[in-house]
């Protein structure tokens, strides 16, 4: 619940900051009458992210065991993108985010069709949308407790519904920037973990090599070689005889740092490299010079026309 919830708050907040970026930004321009066809593009972007969870969920069980892990691998790799792009874009697009929807209102106006502003709400909300999803999904079939992993999801996006309209309304203070380096840090380790988790799909599979194809290194018993006489088809390490795979143990440190009782050297040698590349570069672009580094702010959002600015300057990476 902890991992997931963590994802819910951090992607329910982005888009609460950008909806009430868009909002604010009605309200100052006195054109509360179109209001309620951004508030329709937002609730299609929130169908289309719950149809593709159900299409996932329910489509999966037509499919044959080999074509379920195809299809979880797959999908988890392509969470993996999504998120590793979405930390660095957020860096440099945070800058200009306000001007941006701005500009994209201002556009759907003046083309004075009810579906350019839809349009602009569902585009503004639907990337955070998809994204969630398909990180959640992916991990929902890598925990194996779905019920809690969504309970977790859910109460992350509640708290960050509520946040939002805190903030908006002035009721709160809180330092986004920071907020969204800490969770940027996690979300690195967590997407290092999908991916040790799609690579194990996919090897089940057979897509690649590994323990459970016929590349595996075997002992004189015809078991998988563990250790580095496996290497680099065989197992890495094997510590299930001291902490089972569907305990809690082995969960909770599945959901926070990636680690699985008995992984392959593939697996340890994808998520040691995704974090000592992209750990890096995060790490790195921290490190700018203060003159070059966006001010944090915990100033409260005030209420109507200077709530635009205020919501902009609260953008991720604190950029104003």
């Known amino acids: 619940m902890l991992a997931t919830f963590l994802i819910g708050l951090r992607e329910g907040l982005e888009a609460a900051l950008v909806v009430g970026i868009l909002v604010a930004y009605l309200k100052r321009l006195d054109r509360r009458d179109v209001l309620p066809r951004m508030w329709a593009g937002v609730g299609a972007a929130i169908l289309l992210a719950l149809a593709i969870g159900a299409v996932l969920t329910f489509g999966a069980y037509a499919l044959t065991f080999q074509g379920q892990e195809i299809i979880g691998g797959t999908l988890s790799l392509v969470a993996v993108g999504m998120v590793t792009w979405m930390i660095f874009w957020m860096r440099k697009a945070g800058r200009t985010m306000k001007s941006t929807l701005q500009g994209g209102v201002d556009r759907a106006l003046a083309a004075g069709t009810m579906w350019a502003l839809v349009l602009v709400g569902f585009v503004s909300v639907a990337r955070e949308g998809i994204e969630t999803t398909l990180l959640l999904w992916s991990m929902v079939q890598s925990f194996g407790d779905a019920p809690s992993a969504v309970m977790g999801a859910a109460l992350g996006l509640a708290v960050a519904v509520l946040a939002g309209w805190l903030l908006a309304r002035g009721a709160v203070k809180l330092d986004l920037s920071r907020f969204?380096?800490?969770s940027g840090a996690f979300l690195v380790i967590i997407a290092a973990g999908v991916l040790a988790y799609a690579i194990s799909d996919l090897q089940e599979a057979g897509v690649f090599p590994g323990p459970f194809t016929s590349a595996a290194p075997l002992d004189a018993h015809g078991v998988v070689v563990v250790g580095l006489a496996g290497m680099p088809f065989g197992w890495a390490f094997d510590v299930t005889a001291v902490i089972r795979p569907d305990s809690a143990l082995a969960v909770l440190l599945q959901a926070t740092v990636g680690f699985m009782p008995r992984m392959s050297w593939?697996?340890?040698?994808?998520?040691?490299?995704?974090?000592?590349?992209?750990?890096?570069l995060f790490v790195r672009g921290l490190r700018r010079p203060a003159s070059q580094r966006p001010v944090a702010s915990a100033v409260p959002v005030p209420e109507g026309t200077?709530?635009?600015?205020?919501?902009?300057?609260?953008t991720p990476e604190g950029a104003s």
Do not use: K, N
Request: charged share 0%; glycine share 4%; proline share 0%.
């Open 180 to 182: 969204f380096t800490w």
């Open 266 to 280: 593939i697996q340890v040698i994808a998520w040691v490299l995704y974090l000592a590349i992209v750990g890096t």
């Open 306 to 314: 200077t709530s635009v600015s205020a919501l902009a300057s609260h």
